[in-house]
Structure formats: structure tokens, C-alpha cells
Nanobody, 114 residues
Framework: QVQLVESGGGLVQAGGSLRLSCAAS????????MAWFRQGPGKERELVAS???????WHAGSVKGRFTISRDNAKNTIYLQMNSLKPEDTAVYFC????????WGQGTQVTVSS
């Protein structure tokens, strides 16, 4: 079992930055593909960014150049650096771990005011 706990969300003005963290426990995530999803008000959950076990990354077009996913296997943690935030980035952000099983965190709220 893998437990995931997100942190770092909050209220920020448009143009600001936040850094989300997802701390894993129960098992090493070094062999897991990890990802950040988000779900905005009235919207479906969408994939924002992913990072493979070999640290290859992918970012959605809507966040490319503004958000950066990274991982620190020694700390069993992944991050999402979010810069130049926009009101449309407002959402609950979820951490996801995927190997043979899939695990989710409880989410952290990010609110961007205009």
C-alpha cells in the first residue's frame, strides 16, 4: 500500500506561484510513475503532468512552460512547481501513483484570484 499526502495549496493572486508537494509513505515510489491531476469546479478530473520512474516528464498543453513536475526518490516525494498562475488553474490538485496498482491522495485546494 502507498499513502499519498498532498500539501502546498492555498490562495494566490493571478501571476503568482505555488509549489505543491506529495509525500508518499508505506512503500518506495521509485518504481512508480507519478502524476498530478486536477479537478476544477464543475469539471472532470484532468491530467496535468506526469513523471516516469526514469524521470521522463509530460505536461499538459495548458500548463506547459508554467508548471514543472519533479521527483525526489530519496525523500519519497514529488513536486509540482506552478508559476504564472491563472484563475483557470483553480482546482483541487491530486497526486497519483501508478504501477500495478493505482493510488490517490486526498487532494489540495489551489485557488487563483484575478
Amino acid at each position: 500500500q502507498v499513502q499519498l499526502v498532498e500539501s502546498g495549496g492555498g490562495l494566490v493572486q493571478a501571476g503568482g506561484s505555488l509549489r505543491l508537494s506529495c509525500a508518499a509513505s508505506g512503500r518506495s515510489i521509485s518504481g512508480y510513475a507519478m502524476a498530478w491531476f486536477r479537478q476544477g469546479p464543475g469539471k472532470e478530473r484532468e491530467l496535468v503532468a506526469s513523471i516516469g520512474s526514469g524521470s521522463s516528464t509530460w505536461h499538459a498543453g495548458s500548463v506547459k512552460g508554467r508548471f514543472t513536475i519533479s521527483r525526489d526518490n530519496a525523500k519519497n516525494t514529488i513536486y509540482l512547481q506552478m508559476n504564472s498562475l491563472k484563475p483557470e488553474d483553480t482546482a483541487v490538485y491530486f497526486c497519483n501513483a501508478r504501477a500495478r496498482d493505482v493510488y490517490w491522495g486526498q487532494g489540495t485546494q489551489v485557488t487563483v484570484s484575478s
